[in-house]
């Protein structure tokens, strides 16, 4: 069965700093794996998506993430922070049965 | 711009009194999800459909039941709320053409308050 562990489920930086959010997946079969973000009383947005093409998958937003295969990994990244970035991101798999798998989440919280 | 318009955004609703949560999208998608999600909480998959073909997931509780008329709206329906059902709802659709990774669409969501 697929599934994702982000690991960290708050991660702080300072506006201008990297961003690293960590995600894992397991997976009997090549995955499909996605990244959300979601604000305060909103749904959730798609950030990028990796579906076998490219292993490095740039986003919207300056973010970016990069599939390895040998540390089943697809941790997201961006350059430099800004305070609008803080918000929840999750990390997610497509499963044998069509239906996405979520982590359970990291909350992004940007410093001044 | 296309849509998943969600009503009401938020409601409050009595323990045990029914409630309904609206979506719509004006994108034609075929499938369409509702997923609880509780504070702090991933989503959770309530059910789907495709097209008219509705499928429950098999820990949704009774309570929880879903209508979707035409393609373009669908129902959630809280038959007998109790304070565990507070959460937030969301809609997604599946972006056409995405079906072997599934690429969803997700709408502002409805968070529900349970007194």
């Known amino acids: 069965a697929q599934s994702v562990t982000q690991l960290g489920s708050h991660v702080s930086v300072s506006e201008g700093a990297l961003v690293l959010l960590r995600c894992n997946y397991s997976?009997?079969?090549?995955?499909?794996l996605f990244w959300y973000v979601q604000y305060p009383n909103q749904g959730l947005q798609l950030l990028l998506k990796?579906?076998?093409?490219?292993?490095l998958v740039k986003g919207i937003n300056g973010f970016e993430a990069e599939f390895k295969k040998s540390e089943t990994s697809f941790h997201l990244t961006k350059p430099s922070a800004h305070m609008s970035d803080a918000a929840e991101y999750f990390c997610?798999?497509?499963?044998?049965?069509?239906?996405?798998?979520f982590g359970q989440g990291t909350e992004l919280s940007v410093k001044p | 711009d296309a849509m998943v318009i969600q009503n009401p955004r938020y409601q409050v609703t009595q323990f045990g009194k029914p409630v309904t949560l609206s979506c719509s999208q004006t994108?034609?998608?075929?499938?369409m999800y509702w997923y609880q999600q509780k504070s702090s909480q991933a989503p959770k998959l309530l059910f789907h459909?495709?097209?008219?073909?509705?499928?429950n997931e098999a820990d949704t509780p009774d309570n929880f039941q879903s209508r979707r008329p035409n393609t373009s709206f669908c129902f959630l329906d809280i038959r007998s709320p109790g304070l565990g059902d507070a959460a937030m709802y969301l809609c997604?659709?599946?972006?056409?053409?995405?079906?072997?990774?599934?690429?969803?669409?997700f709408g502002p969501g409805t968070r529900l308050t349970v007194l």
């Open positions: 997610a798999v497509r499963n044998q049965g069509g239906k996405l798998i």
């Open positions: 997976s009997s079969v090549p995955p499909y």
């Open positions: 990796y579906t076998s093409a490219a292993t």
């Open positions: 994108l034609n998608h075929n499938v």
């Open positions: 459909y495709y097209d008219k073909d509705f499928n």
């Open positions: 997604a659709t599946q972006i056409p053409g995405t079906g072997k990774y599934n690429e969803q669409f």
